[in-house]
């Protein structure tokens, strides 16, 4: 996984996000022995959720620790988690909050974060039992932008797929690091943690042991899928509906446009309106929303228009329009009135 480099900087500064489990200082470690060949430095950033008694003395070892491997700088920083969609999202985005702070500070082109094989396992039984599409089967990307001029890189998510939790715990060990046992991760209060402790034991107790290495497997051929279909939807909507931005104004789908649609697979179909809805007029649609609209195309015997939060999708004359739309009584069913 290629690091970005700047003009401005021969050698780069990257920053591990070190929690103080035997994952983040497995990867601290190895970021410290190969930064040099790799043409980079290494420093990193310690969060403080501060949702535990003692957080702030976990935060400062592990700080400890990144110094004695000879990572610099080293940033230790204290969030607030507000609550919102739930505790495990809620303090993803106060954390990533702060590696974003800390890299443009320090000026990092990189956060490298130590997900493992395990943890893409876990990922991707969640999005199976939630009944989720290929993009969220497709886990945990290796690398993303996480703000303009900084990448969020998940190196132990490449092309080894024995990196796993167990050899990041062997690491540890092997080099004498004691590593934080964070208490939430064993607090089954957490579908993750019954996932972690439970569900795939079982799975891999029937199964064999290959099968986390397998769910990893199945998620980097998900992803090679939800990348190719979601290029073929983003052409579609360009085709359609060229200059996506978010607009108070409605758009219309010729009946050219139309047949156009009602000829892609069901798959790009689907996704095409779900971004017309996003990048048009900023409205996420469920699958049943999408669906819904999808339906006029396919499925037209003179339906009234459907509703979804947002939004007013209407087919008139061989046209599908998109309208802005606040307060429909029927918007949040998702389905088409009647007329």
Same mark, same amino acid.
């Given at each position: ?115 493992? %094989?395990?943890?893409?396992? *876990?990922? &991707? !039984?969640?999005? =199976?039992? /939630?009944?989720? @599409?290929?993009?969220?089967? #497709? +886990? ?51 579908? %993750?943690?019954?996932?972690? *402790?439970? &569900? !795939?034991?079982? =799975?891999? /107790?029937?199964? @064999?042991?290959?099968?986390? #290495? +397998? ?125």
């Amino acid at each position: 996984m290629g690091l970005p480099r700047t003009a401005r900087d021969a050698e780069p500064l990257v920053l591990v996000g070190l929690s103080g489990g035997a994952d983040s200082l497995a990867l601290a470690a190895a970021v410290a022995a190969e930064a040099h060949r790799a043409g980079v430095s290494a420093g990193a950033v310690v969060v403080d959720h501060a949702l535990q008694s003692g957080s702030h003395d976990v935060a400062e070892a592990a700080a400890t620790q990144a110094g004695e491997l000879g990572l610099a700088p080293v940033a230790v920083r204290r969030v607030a988690v507000v609550a919102g969609s739930g505790p495990e999202a809620a303090a993803r985005e106060a954390r990533y909050g702060a590696f974003i702070d800390v890299a443009a500070e320090l000026g990092a082109v990189a956060v490298l974060t130590a997900h493992t %094989r395990d943890d893409q396992a *876990e990922q &991707v !039984l969640l999005a =199976l039992a /939630r009944g989720s @599409g290929t993009r969220s089967i #497709a +886990g945990i990307p290796g690398r993303r932008a996480l703000a303009a001029g900084i990448e969020l890189l998940r190196p132990l998510l490449g092309e080894d797929p024995e990196i796993s939790r167990a050899t990041t715990e062997a690491a540890c060990a092997e080099l004498g690091l004691a590593p934080w046992h964070d208490p939430h991760n064993r607090d089954t209060s957490y579908a %993750r943690v019954r996932v972690r *402790e439970t &569900v !795939l034991p079982v =799975l891999t /107790r029937e199964l @064999g042991p290959g099968v986390a #290495a +397998g769910l990893a497997r199945s998620a980097d051929l998900a992803r090679e899928d939800a990348d190719a279909l979601d290029e073929w939807a983003g052409r579609a909507v360009e085709a359609l509906l060229p200059a996506a931005q978010p607009t108070a104004e409605g758009r219309v789908i010729d009946a050219g446009g139309v047949s156009v649609l009602q000829g892609l697979p069901a798959a790009v179909r689907q996704r095409t309106i779900h971004r017309i809805a996003r990048e048009h007029f900023g409205v996420a649609l469920s699958r049943e929303h999408t669906l819904s609209i999808a339906a006029l195309v396919t499925h037209w015997k003179g339906q009234g228009p459907v509703f979804v939060p947002g939004l007013r999708v209407t087919r008139l004359a061989g046209e599908l329009a998109f309208d802005p739309q606040r307060g429909s009584p029927r918007e949040d069913r998702g389905g088409a009135s009647k007329s």
